[in-house]
């Protein structure tokens, strides 16, 4: 299914917001992505963003007229008419300073206006070096935007401009592209598009309908969740890593359940099929090792409620990691492969949790008998003292890559709190119904 069948076989118009960042040149591909699929797209540049990509190029990729002016085109309200005719409005990339423009209802400039005025989902991949993005003025934006119902992508961990790398890279233009196209098609917005006919069409929804990734009702409204999902994988070549099976359906089951209580949830998956995400309603950071994951979920986690760390995180990674592919001839007929601890992600949460923020750990077995199980799962929390520790069997042939999965959750000292199997769905609600009582 293309996204134009997605989006229920419309021709779109999409406003593209390009703000001033050196990744404003990747904004380029959006443009072109969207175009590509057939929708019409109109590009509205800041003036920064005007200084690392060229009005000529955003002009012939988009075949439409680009502006930053609201002085331009006066005659048909310009300021307010791209907005007003938008389905969709990404702005890609968001810098620090678009994300408090934005916060704050800023309108000197055609984004600005073009961002008040319309009524169509927005989504923004914001781009930022990891100081401030994790910044409190930052975190606090993103907040208020996120309560607006503005939909997130990203930032992603990579390499940043300079020598650095962190959190802050602005997602792949196919994976905004993906990720925007999939607010149209969520349930969220069904049930938006639903209202707006039964309205008439064209009514402004209250605040934090539609396209919001938290609910005004639910038993988790107003929450914030964290959820890492899938499994890191840990490379040692340009081509080859040490991994395992976790294909992060449960975690994805979680953050689903989440959204649909009402929480704002941001789902840290590594190395999940995109296609298992798409159209979650959470804002969606993807991450491949253990050292992304961390980053990913300590920048996530500083202003969460609860964080769940449902991810198959390898203990382990390899000591090196070679710039060119290990050859056989170079190994002979054995190979050894020296591996270092990773941190543990898990315990570094559970030491600088916050009064009142709710950690809770997954604990994967393959002991098969219960009460062993339980047993490991007493060791384990009482290592890394979560206020839940939810233990599920595991093996060839349980637990990965499948509907079903069996638990037993236990708390600090041990007790068995819930004990059930399921699908991963239901796996998903006996968890959050412990979290939710454990919030109360
Ligand atoms: N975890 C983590 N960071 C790691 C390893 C695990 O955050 N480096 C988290 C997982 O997301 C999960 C829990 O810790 O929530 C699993 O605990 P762990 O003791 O690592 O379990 P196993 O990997 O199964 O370890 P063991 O070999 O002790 O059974």
Known sequence: MTAVDAAAGRRLSVVVGITGGIAAYKAVGVVRDLVKRGHDVHVVPTEGALRFVGLPTLEALSRNPVTT??????????????????????VAPATADSLARMAGGLAGDLL???LLATEAPVVVAPAMHPQMWEHPATRANVRTLQDRGVRFVGPVVGALTGDDAGIGRMAEPEDIVTAALAVLDGPAEASRAEASRADGGGARLP????????????????VRVVVSAGGTREPFDPVRFVGNRSSGRQG?????????????VTLVAANVDAGLTAGLGATVVPVGSTEELAAAV???????????????????????????????????????????????VLADLVAARRTGQIIVGFAAETEPDRDARIALGRAKIARKPADLLVVNHVGWDAGFEREENAIEVLVPGGDVVRETSGSKADVATAVLDLVATALT
């Open 207 to 222: 605040a934090g309908s539609g396209t919001t990734a938290r609910g005004d009702q639910g038993d988790l409204a107003g």
């Open 69 to 90: 002016s609201v002085w331009d085109d006066v005659a048909e309200v310009r300021h307010v008419a791209l907005g007003r005719r938008a389905d969709l409005v990404v």
């Open 298 to 344: 300590h920048g996530a986690a500083a202003d969460a409620d609860v964080v769940v760390m449902t991810a198959a995180v390898a203990d382990y990674r390899p000591a090196e990691v070679r710039a060119e592919k290990l050859k056989k001839d170079d190994q002979g007929d054995t190979m050894t492969l020296e591996l270092v601890r990773n941190p543990d």
């Open 112 to 114: 600005g206006t073009t």
């Open 252 to 264: 994805v089951a979680i953050a689903a359940d989440a959204v649909r209580r009402g929480a704002t």
